[in-house]
């Protein structure tokens, strides 16, 4: 998922906006997890993502009226990532999808300075197949298995305009509490450039950490945090 930014501080002063954001993160991911009682780790560093990804895709749309808005993003990957060698190493196969809800209220609108309180859900689905490749008397074990969950989580963004074409946004939601997760933490910044009222181009970086336990399942516990750059385009109506 792209980084959380302020979509359409150009329409602020309008009835009613909408605003369409795309983007792409060439990130790395760290797993670490239990699965049937054994313990993994698992990193795919930025090039193997861009080598071993089979899709990923998302986007960010916000439509709002006033002070008042809703923010959804989505997001979905595939990625496979390795450690070790083939007598002793750990091979990691998932895809995850994630779709995030937000209501907001912009509570501040200055002449550069505009910052909004956001509140609502992240709901994370995950399909994950683990094979450890460890010498006797380990042997080999392989495992797949799925978690999905559904966090509640708040929010605030701030959005600076150094000049009329040039601004700064930042991002960040907090949630899970153990209700789906035990922590869910999402942080972001970008800088924007604005060609025109209607079409921008962002860049900046993101990063995205939640954990999740589960005693009775085969995957008990799972902890991922995707991290890197991040570049999109917007456009705004």
């Known amino acids: 998922m792209m980084a959380f930014a302020s979509l359409a501080v150009q329409a602020q002063d309008k009835d009613w906006y909408g605003a369409l954001r795309l983007?792409?993160?060439?990130?790395t991911i760290d797993l670490e997890g239990t699965v049937a009682g054994r313990d993994f780790d698992a990193t795919a560093d930025l090039m193997d993502v861009l080598d071993e990804t089979e899709s990923m895709w998302g986007f960010e749309?916000?439509?709002g009226k006033g002070?008042?808005?809703?923010?959804?993003?989505?997001?979905?990957?595939?990625?496979?990532?390795e450690k070790g060698n083939m007598?002793?190493?750990?091979?990691?196969?998932g895809s995850e999808f994630a779709v995030?809800?937000?209501?907001?209220?912009?509570?501040?609108?200055?002449?550069?300075?505009?910052?909004?309180?956001?509140?609502?859900?992240y709901y994370v689905r995950l399909d994950v197949e683990v094979d450890i490749y460890a010498p006797a008397p380990l042997g080999n074990l392989s495992r797949d298995t799925d978690l999905d969950f559904l966090d509640p989580m708040v929010g605030v963004r701030a959005y600076y305009a150094i000049t009329e074409k040039f601004g700064v946004s930042a991002a960040g939601q907090v949630g899970g509490f153990g209700v789906g997760s035990e922590i869910h933490v999402v942080?972001?910044?970008?800088l924007v450039y604005?060609?025109?009222?209607?079409?921008?181009?962002?860049?900046?970086?993101?990063w995205w950490h939640w954990e999740y336990e589960d005693d009775d399942a085969t995957l008990s516990d799972l902890e991922q945090t995707l991290y890197g750059p991040i570049i999109g385009i917007q456009f705004t109506y």
């Open 61 to 63: 749309a916000e439509f």
């Open 187 to 190: 942080l972001g910044a970008n």
């Open 23 to 27: 983007g792409f993160q060439p990130y």
């Open 100 to 121: 995030n809800p937000m209501l907001g209220y912009n509570v501040y609108r200055g002449d550069r300075l505009s910052l909004d309180v956001m509140g609502g859900i």
């Open 67 to 81: 002070r008042w808005f809703l923010n959804v993003a989505a997001f979905y990957q595939e990625v496979v990532s």
């Open 194 to 206: 604005n060609f025109t009222d209607w079409f921008a181009v962002t860049g900046g970086y993101r």
């Open 87 to 93: 007598t002793l190493g750990v091979e990691t196969t």
